[in-house]
């Protein structure tokens, strides 16, 4: 994980940078203007660095680094859901994972986490100024991991590129659709799911839920389960012993998944 392209740096807070390893002066978002080749190239992993007034401790960019310093601009998967959603799919090495849409790649770099050079891993996305920052998230992670996944991107709604996904693979193991109106999508690629495939639709409202519920249950896929996850987060009482945080507890998503069985 010495990867010679990137580094990550995290601050005391736990505020994490993804860093190029530029050789020239660049301005870094809340680490201001500096040389980054030159300051961090033969600093160890573990060992403290000062850039500007911060001192900085070098990590090794496992996957809750790059997630935490991701580039993003599209709406994203947090771990909580990512976790599951990997979990739930049986992802393995080798699977052949279809993902729309792209978005940031949050979710990619999940996947591409649990898949090996055996695997692929078809992104679909209509818009490309979304896809060019997942496919800088998704670079990282492949500059970053041993064996990564093949990786194949096609630009479209992925109702309309089915055609394409076809001259990349027959069928499925695992689907994730994280986009606004499911059923086309859900009809447009069901008929690819390998038996014992499963799908993963993303639904932050209920409307989406039940839509994609009821174009599961019209393409024969048996729903599996449906709900949401949540997740509290606990800390150290200023006056002794741990208990909930203050703070938001918020919503992200309804899950559904279903099998083709
Ligand atoms: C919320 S974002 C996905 C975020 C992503 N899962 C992540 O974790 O970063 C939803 C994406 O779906 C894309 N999208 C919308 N309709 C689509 C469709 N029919 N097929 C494929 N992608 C679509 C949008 O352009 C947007 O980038």
């Not at 010495?2 to 530029?22: F, Y």
């Not at 949050?106 to 591409?112: E, G, N, Q, R, V």
């Not at 100024?129 to 991991?145: D, G, I, K």
């Not at 938001?248 to 559904?256: D, E, S, V």
Request: aromatic letters at 4%; charged letters at 20%; one cysteine or more.
């Amino acid at each position: 994980m010495d990867n010679p392209n990137w580094a990550v740096v995290a601050e005391d807070s736990g505020r994490i940078h993804v860093v190029e390893l530029a050789d020239k002066p660049v301005k870094v978002k809340g680490l201001g203007v500096f040389n980054p080749s030159e300051t961090l190239q033969n600093v160890a992993m573990g060992a403290e660095v000062t850039i500007g007034q911060k001192l900085l401790k070098r990590l090794p960019p496992r996957l809750p680094e790059l997630n935490t310093g991701l580039m993003r601009r599209a709406q994203t998967i947090s771990p909580k859901d990512a976790g599951f959603i990997v979990s739930r799919l049986g992802l393995g090495g080798e699977d052949r994972v279809l993902e729309a849409g792209i978005g940031s790649g949050a979710l990619s770099i999940h996947i591409a986490r649990v898949l090996n050079s055996e695997g692929l891993h078809i992104t679909v996305e209509p818009r490309d100024e979304h896809a060019e920052v997942a496919f800088v998230n998704l670079r990282r992670a492949q500059e970053s991991w041993p064996s990564p996944p093949k990786h194949h991107h096609i630009s479209g709604l992925v109702e309309e590129v089915t055609d394409q996904i076809k001259n990349v693979t027959h069928e499925v193991d695992a689907i994730v659709l994280d986009l606004p109106d499911h059923p086309p999508a859900i009809h447009a690629v069901a008929p690819l799911m390998a038996v014992g495939a499963r799908l993963v639709c993303y639904c932050p409202v209920t409307q989406q839920l039940e839509r994609a519920w009821e174009a599961c249950e019209v393409e024969g896929l048996t729903v599996e389960w449906a709900g949401e996850l949540m997740q509290r987060e606990w800390g150290r009482a200023s006056k002794g012993g741990v208990r909930p945080v203050n703070g938001p507890f918020g919503h992200t998503a309804f899950l559904l998944v279903a099998q083709r069985q």
